[in-house]
C-alpha cells in the first residue's frame, strides 16, 4: 500500500501540516509495511506551463530530448500519483482558493493520455480506485448552507478537477476559523475527524 503526502502551506508551523502529519501516523499504524511518498510544495518548486506544453499531444516516440526533459516532471509526478492507493493532500485556503505551488502540482498531474483520455462520449478520467483525503484550513469559515459558502472556491474546484481525472472518492476536512477564537476548538475537530476516518479504513482493511 503507498500513501501520497503533498503539503502545500508556505508556513512551517502550518495548521493542514499538523493534520497530514497526523493522518499519516494513523494510517501508518494501520498499514506497517506501507509506504509513504511526501511532497513538499513549498521546498519543491514547480515551474508554470509554457509554449513546451504541447508536446503532451506528441507520440512519445516523435518527442526530442528537449521536450521530453521538459516533460520529466510531469511525468514523476504523474507516477507518484498512479502508484498511490491514498492521497492525502494539505491545502490552506489562500485568497478563497488554492495556493498556487498546489495549482503548479495540478498543472502538471492533468495531462492528456496520462491521467485524462478522450473518447466518443467526451473526456475521460484515466485514475481509478485511489482514496483522496483534503485538508484545508481556512481563517474564516465556509461551511455549507450558511452565506459564506459560495466563497469557498477550493472545494468545489477540487472536486471538480479530481472527478475529471478520475478521483471521484475525496474527503475534506476543513479546519475553520483559523483567524479567530474558535481556531483551537476547530483544530481539534479536524483531527479528531482524521483519528475517525483512519479507524474507518482500518476496518476496510480487516475485512
Ligand atoms: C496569502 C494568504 C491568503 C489567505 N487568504 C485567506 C482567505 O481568502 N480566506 C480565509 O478564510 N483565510 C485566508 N488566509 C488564512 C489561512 O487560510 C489560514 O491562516 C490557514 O490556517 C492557513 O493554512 P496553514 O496553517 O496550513 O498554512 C490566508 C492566508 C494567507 C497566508
Known sequence: MKLLRIDSSARSSSVTRQLTAKFVEEWKQNHPDGEVIQRDLATTVLPHITDDWSATHLESYQLTS????????????????????????GAPMYNFAIPSS???WIDQIVRMGKTLGYGPSG???LLSNKRVIVVTARGGAY?????????DFQEPYLRHIFGFIGLTDVTFIHAENQGREAAGPSLAAAAEEIGRLAAEQSLQVAH
Open 102 to 104: 498546489l495549482k503548479a
Open 123 to 125: 473526456a475521460r478520467g
Open 143 to 151: 461551511e455549507k448552507g450558511t452565506p459564506t459558502e459560495k466563497f
Open 66 to 89: 528537449s521536450q521530453r526533459d521538459y516533460l520529466s516532471t510531469s511525468d514523476r509526478l504523474i507516477e507518484e500519483l498512479q502508484a498511490a492507493d491514498t492521497i492525502v493532500i
